[in-house]
C-alpha cells in the first residue's frame, strides 16, 4: 500500500487548482437492491492520512499533480467530521441523506446484560444477520468487528470488560513479547485480539453498531468477494468565487464548492 504525502510547492511547469479539503469515500454498491438501497457510504476520510492499494495508486497521483491543498481554519472541523463515525452519520441525517448510510445505532461503551438486545432491536437484525461494532474515531479498520446477532453478547462482554487484573494480564504480555519474534506483539496472530485492544484502550465514551452492508459479488482469480469501492475527491472554491478572499463570505454554503471525482478502485482482498 502507499503512503499519502503531500507536496505544497508549485509543480513543474504550471500551478495547481486550490483544493480545500481532499478527502475519500468507502462506498458498498448492489444495483440488485432497490434505487435506494443501492449505495452504502461505509466511511469518510481525510486524504491526507489515507492509504491506496496498487490500483489506487492514480487518484494520490492525480491528487498531487493537479491540486494544492490550502489550509484553512474554517475547515478544519469538516476534517474532524470526516474522522469521526457518528459525527458523519450525524451530518448525513442532517442533510436528508441518511439512505446513503448504514443502519447504525450509537451506545455507551459500557457492557450491560441489555446490551445486545437494545442493539439487535435498534438495528432490526437476529440470529444469523450480521452486526458491524465500530470505533467512532479509528481508522483503517481498526477496531471494526463483525459479528453474527446471535453472538453479539458474547463479542460485547469480550471488548467492552477488560481483565479485572489488568496489570497482570499486561505483565503475561510483555512477558511473552520479550521472549518472541520482535515482530510479535503479544496478539499470538489473532486478529480479535488486536482488535479488542483497540476496544481496551479507547477513549471515546460511546461506539457504533451497523447492519452489515454488501456489494454485489466480484470474482477476482476465480473467487468471488465483497468489494468495497475506495473513491477519492477534491472539494475547491466554485471557479467564480476562486479568488475571494474567505473573510468577504457572509457564510460558508454548499453552492460556494464544487467536488472534482478523482477515480476510484475496487478494494480487493489482500
Not at 510547492?9 to 434505487?35: H, M
Amino acid at each position: 500500500q502507499l503512503e499519502v504525502p503531500l507536496s505544497y510547492g508549485p509543480p513543474p511547469g504550471g500551478s495547481r487548482t486550490t483544493a480545500l479539503f481532499w478527502g475519500i469515500l468507502d462506498i458498498k454498491y448492489d444495483v440488485e437492491r432497490p434505487v435506494l438501497e443501492r449505495v452504502k457510504v461505509l466511511e469518510t476520510g481525510d486524504g491526507r492520512t489515507s492509504k491506496f492499494s496498487g490500483d489506487g495508486a492514480p487518484i494520490l497521483q492525480r491528487f498531487r499533480e493537479k491540486y494544492q491543498l490550502e489550509e484553512d481554519m474554517d475547515f478544519h472541523m469538516y476534517r474532524v467530521l470526516s474522522a469521526d463515525k457518528k459525527l458523519t452519520h450525524d451530518a448525513f441525517e442532517r442533510s436528508g441523506y441518511e439512505h446513503l448510510t448504514p443502519k447504525q445505532v450509537c451506545m455507551p461503551r459500557k457492557y450491560h446484560t441489555s446490551l445486545a438486545g437494545r442493539i439487535v432491536e435498534g438495528l432490526g437484525v437476529s440470529g444469523d444477520d450480521l452486526v458491524v461494532l465500530k470505533l467512532c474515531n479509528r481508522a483503517r479498520a481498526a477496531g471494526v468487528l463483525v459479528t453474527p446477532a446471535r453472538e453479539l453478547d458474547e463479542v460485547l462482554r469480550d471488548v467492552l470488560m477488560p481483565p479485572r487484573d489488568f496489570e497482570r494480564w499486561s505483565e503475561e504480555r510483555v512477558r511473552h513479547m520479550r521472549s518472541g519474534a520482535p515482530v510479535d506483539f503479544g496478539c499470538g496472530g489473532s486478529t480479535f485480539e488486536e482488535q479488542r485492544r483497540h476496544w481496551w484502550s479507547n477513549e471515546s465514551p460511546v461506539f457504533l453498531a451497523e447492519r452489515c452492508c454488501h456489494s454485489l459479488p466480484t470474482v477476482v482469480e476465480g473467487r468471488s468477494f465483497d468489494g468495497t469501492l475506495r473513491v477519492g475527491f477534491a472539494l475547491r472554491p466554485r471557479q467564480d468565487q476562486a479568488n475571494k478572499p474567505w473573510e468577504q463570505f457572509e457564510a460558508i454554503k454548499p453552492d460556494d464548492f464544487e467536488v472534482d471525482w478523482l477515480g476510484g478502485y475496487l478494494e480487493a482482498p489482500e
